[in-house]
């Protein structure tokens, strides 16, 4: 995204600036006074986090894309902490969430699908030059990608790539408007859990089984919390990289085998290492939780787990450059006009249903953010609900192809 070399490429520095920023953060969220106080009422600690290392980007201090500790991020710490913070989880009380999370899913996803078509079918009767182009060059053919990456995310996306085979040209601008509208969305949403409560009464909604997962949360940690040691700590540390651990080996056979032996399978996303990462990293956390490890919740685990996934927010936060906006603009319009679609739908289903905001949140984000962002944002909401965002976008992964492969369709029915 940048046209000349980032300011600091060094990543071993780009950390500690983005740790120096997160510092910042909840150092200033913890003031007395009156000015921080009214602040963090109206700007959430984990948007400040997520929105400061974006700023590094677009100005050009570092260069997002270059950098690796995105990958680090999402491929060692993101499932250190799911394993953390499904560790002390109760699957009774995650099973009497209900079903409205699933709806506002699926909502989510028809937001997606038809949002795609209707974004090209508006903008075709304004400005049809936009969404116009022929052979590899159809705006549609690129936009199919965006798709595949909204509903279920990295996996689908190339599916959708080799599909419908859009130029690279075209491809590497719908990346950009694919992060960029995705991210501006994130921020919309975990500014939304700073006022969740004034939201859940537009809904007309009842949180109540949400609240109840919380208490009994931190009711079962405070009954076995106590100052952690040293050895403590380390096994924190070893429960969490040890499933990231076992993550890693069994991903790095199975993806292979499925990719080999049973190359369909790479439509629902069973050929990807991350995807197997994600899940067994998670399963670990849960069969832990039927076991005695549960009990260094009481140590912390669940706050490590979390301080992993602010690092991680804040590596996603540097992936996004704004200035970006202004290389192809009226592209990114269309990207906007496609979210807007997508956003109504889940508010007008929410609003009939009664649903919290977090099953929204969590409904949107399994489906544009996938297992990078849904955890984190559902985790914002409070830590033992990530396991809600993780099984949520597994269900976007399987669905993902399928569901990109018919808005490209339907995109291509439309455009001029």
């Known amino acids: 995204m940048h046209t000349k070399e980032a300011f600091i490429t060094n990543d071993a520095i780009i950390l500690g600036i983005l740790m120096g920023l997160l510092a910042l953060v909840f150092i200033t969220s913890e003031r007395e006074g009156a000015f921080w106080k009214k602040f963090y009422t109206y700007v959430p600690t984990v948007l400040l986090c997520y929105f400061l290392p974006s700023l590094l980007n677009s100005f050009g201090?570092?260069?997002?894309?270059?950098?690796?500790?995105?990958?680090?991020?999402?491929?060692?710490?993101?499932?250190?902490?799911?394993?953390?913070?499904?560790?002390?989880?109760?699957?009774?009380?995650?099973?009497?969430?209900?079903?409205?999370?699933?709806?506002?899913?699926?909502?989510?996803?028809?937001?997606?699908?038809?949002?795609?078509?209707?974004?090209?079918?508006?903008?075709?009767?304004?400005?049809?030059?936009?969404?116009?182009?022929?052979?590899?060059?159809?705006?549609?053919?690129?936009?199919?990608?965006?798709?595949?990456?909204?509903?279920?995310?990295?996996?689908?996306?190339?599916?959708?790539?080799?599909?419908?085979?859009?130029?690279?040209?075209?491809?590497?601008?719908?990346?950009?408007?694919?992060?960029?509208?995705?991210?501006i969305w994130m921020g919309f949403l975990l500014f939304g859990i700073g006022r969740s409560k004034s939201i859940d009464k537009f809904f007309k909604a009842d949180s109540s089984s949400i609240e109840e997962v919380k208490h009994r949360v931190e009711a079962y940690r405070l009954s076995i919390a106590k100052i952690p040691t040293l050895s403590d700590l380390i096994k924190i540390l070893t429960v969490g990289f040890g499933a990231v651990a076992i993550g890693h080996a069994i991903a790095g056979v199975i993806a292979p085998y499925f990719k080999e032996n049973f190359p369909v399978l790479e439509r629902i996303s069973l050929t990807s290492e991350f995807f197997w990462i994600v899940v067994i990293a998670t399963l670990v956390g849960l069969i832990l939780s039927f076991t005695k490890t549960r009990t260094l919740e009481g140590v912390g685990a669940s706050r490590v787990g979390s301080a992993f996934v602010y690092v991680l927010i804040a590596t996603i936060g540097m992936k996004m450059n704004i200035m970006a906006i202004f290389d192809n603009p009226a592209l990114f319009l269309v990207g906007a006009l496609w979210m807007v679609v997508h956003v109504i739908i889940l508010i007008i289903v929410a609003k009939l249903i009664k649903a919290p905001f977090f099953f929204l949140a969590v409904g949107s984000q399994a489906n544009v953010g996938g297992a990078a962002s849904a955890p984190v944002v559902a985790s914002a909401f409070h830590p033992s609900l990530a396991p809600v965002g993780v099984l949520l976008a597994v269900l976007g992964y399987t669905i993902g192809t399928l569901g990109a492969y018919i808005t490209g369709l339907m995109m291509q029915a439309v455009a001029p």
């Open 61 to 183: 201090l570092v260069d997002g894309e270059k950098s690796r500790l995105y990958f680090v991020a999402s491929r060692f710490l993101l499932p250190a902490s799911l394993a953390l913070l499904t560790l002390s989880v109760d699957l009774r009380e995650i099973k009497k969430l209900g079903f409205k999370a699933v709806i506002m899913f699926f909502a989510g996803t028809a937001g997606i699908i038809l949002g795609g078509p209707l974004a090209i079918l508006i903008t075709s009767f304004i400005a049809p030059d936009v969404v116009g182009g022929v052979g590899p060059e159809a705006i549609w053919r690129g936009m199919s990608t965006i798709a595949g990456s909204w509903i279920g995310g990295g996996a689908n996306q190339a599916a959708m790539y080799e599909v419908f085979k859009p130029s690279a040209h075209l491809y590497s601008t719908v990346i950009a408007v694919d992060v960029i509208i995705a991210n």
